[in-house]
């Protein structure tokens, strides 16, 4: 199984523990292939490093290159326009349709309410986890 991890999912995992951080647990035991690309790392590290808890840059180091390791990387060649409430949100969905993703797990309202795009599922981390179940 394939997925794809928002941002949001791996701030709320690395600073708390919860849904979030029982799914990046579920990932480093390698219960599902994790699928992202450079423009989410570099998002990921910008928002640990300006998170009102940020992380130190050797921890913020330690999670990119863990993932950039552990993840299949992959380059999007088509961007979809599929979020039109946030754009930005976009990159998820690409990322999810180039990787083969099944999911792509989010608390964010904009991409849960696609709920499903060329087929990848769009849900929350409490869903996700009653699916690795």
């Not at 701030?11 to 690309?37: M, P, Q, Y």
């Not at 998170?51 to 390791?69: G, T």
């Not at 999007?76 to 999911?103: H, S």
């Amino acid at each position: 199984m394939k997925l794809v991890l928002d941002t949001n999912v791996f701030i709320s995992g690395i600073h708390w523990t919860g849904a979030s951080g029982k799914i990046i647990d579920a990932w480093l035991d390698d219960r599902f292939e994790l699928v992202s690309s450079e423009e989410i790392l570099q998002e990921l590290a910008r928002t640990l490093l300006n998170f009102k808890r940020p992380l130190s840059e050797k921890d913020i180091l330690h999670w990119i290159s863990l993932i950039a390791a552990k993840a299949i990387i992959v380059t999007p060649t088509i961007n979809f326009n599929a979020v039109k409430a946030d754009p930005d949100d976009d990159k998820f969905v690409n990322v999810a349709v180039e990787g083969n993703a099944n999911y792509i797990v989010s608390q964010d309202r904009d991409l849960l309410d696609l709920k499903e795009f060329q087929g990848i599922k769009i849900i929350h981390p409490e869903e996700f986890l009653k699916i690795l179940s």
